[in-house]
Every structure is written in C-alpha cells, then in structure tokens.
C-alpha cells in the first residue's frame, strides 16, 4: 500500500530532512575548499538556486539570501588566505546552523 503525504504530516522529521541537512553542510564545506583554492564563487550559484527556489515566504527569503551574501564574503576571505584551517570549517558550520534555523523556522 503506498504512503500518502497526509501521512507524513505532524510532528516526525520526514526522512529525506536530516540527509538534505547533511548534503547542505557537504556543500558548504565544498565551498570553503573551492575558496581556498582561488575559486571563491564555485559553490554560490547552485546554493543561491537550491535555496531561493524553495518556495519559501519572502521574509525566509531575504534571511537566507543575506546568510548567502555573508557566506559569499566569507568565502571570499578564506580565498585571500588560500588555505583552509580547523576554524574555517567551524565558520562553515555556523553559516550551516543559520540556513536550517531559518529554514526550521518556516517550516514551524
């Protein structure tokens, strides 16, 4: 018998969120390599197009293309320093916790 959406609604996590979660941070991370290698906007086009498409509200929107914007100048710092630390990659997961906080919220 075939699941409906119906069924899914309410309060468990789907099951596709925590591996899109884990994709997100995997593409952060990419990012913060390609920087280091002298590629700084390698990763924002597909971010910008995966997150701004969603469907979200405008205001989810406009947080997330602001969190974009900061990750893009970050990016951009580590590819003046061309070489990625332990402490870039826990900037990466601070950019990675707004994105779903803003994302959770919307979804509330």
Do not use: C
């Amino acid at each position: 018998m075939e699941e409906s959406p119906e069924r899914w609604k309410g309060g468990r996590e789907k099951p596709y969120a925590r591996n899109s979660e884990r994709l997100l941070l995997d593409i952060l991370n990419e990012g913060v390599l390609w920087a280091a290698l002298g590629r700084p906007h390698e990763v924002m086009p597909f971010l910008r197009g995966k997150l701004l498409s969603n469907g979200f509200s405008m205001r989810t929107k406009r947080e997330i293309e602001w969190i974009l914007d900061q990750l893009e100048r970050y990016y951009e710092y580590v590819a003046g320093i061309g070489k990625v630390d332990e402490k870039h990659l826990m900037a990466v997961k601070s950019f990675y916790r707004d994105i779903v906080a803003v994302i959770s919220f919307e979804k509330a």
